[in-house]
């Protein structure tokens, strides 16, 4: 099954450590998009990356947090010296093109639980 | 900037009824609305995509429906089964790609 592969499915970070949460998209997929889930919210939009490239990333946050999508191996989102409010379930999506009515493919997402 | 609302937060039905989630949306500029469903503790699986440019979209049991002007989306799901029970996603494209979700519709359908 070639869907999106998010990398780990748990993840326990103590308060000041780094996080790194890994994304594979689907085979023949260039385009990844970032979604954070806090409890009781919906998804909110993070980042948007092509390989090599940031095209969007106004939900990220000014701090802490990074994303990059290499030439070559998964996308990785970085968060930096995370605090309890970090804690949500972190969704990676792909899609094969750039045209505003493709379907999104989701991943099983990351849970993040910061103590 | 554009909102999602998804009404009932919660629905628990019997199993076999027909039933219908309603999406509404602030901003009708809009390129496609995608239907997701979402189980505990997983991803989200894509339901339907409705383009701008459509009014419905049907796959199996499921319908779902868009009206731009009144920024509105009915997903109808018919026959309902246990097994249909999940959180139910309305997300809308706009003029960029990320899509804007609403809260979900979580449903429950008894035996």
Known sequence: ??????????????????????????????????????????????????????????????????????????????????VRGDSAAYFCASSGDSKKNSPLHFGNGTRLTVT | KQEVTQIPAALSVPEGENLVLNCSFTDSAIYNLQWFRQDPGKGLTSLLLIQSSQREQTSGRLNASLDKSSGRSTLYIAASQPGDSATYLCAVGGGSEKLVFGKGTKLTVNP
Do not use: T
Not at chain 1, 45 to 58: H, R
């Open chain 1, 1 to 82: 099954n070639a869907g999106v592969m998010q990398n780990p499915r748990h993840l326990v970070r103590r308060r000041g450590q780094e996080a790194r949460l890994r994304c594979s998209p689907m085979k023949g997929h260039s385009h990844v998009y970032w979604y954070r889930q806090l409890p009781e919210e919906g998804l909110k939009f993070m980042v948007y990356l092509q390989k090599e490239n940031i095209i969007d990333e106004s939900g990220m946050p000014k701090e802490r947090f990074s994303a990059e999508f290499p030439k070559e191996g998964p996308s990785i989102l970085r968060i930096q010296q995370v």
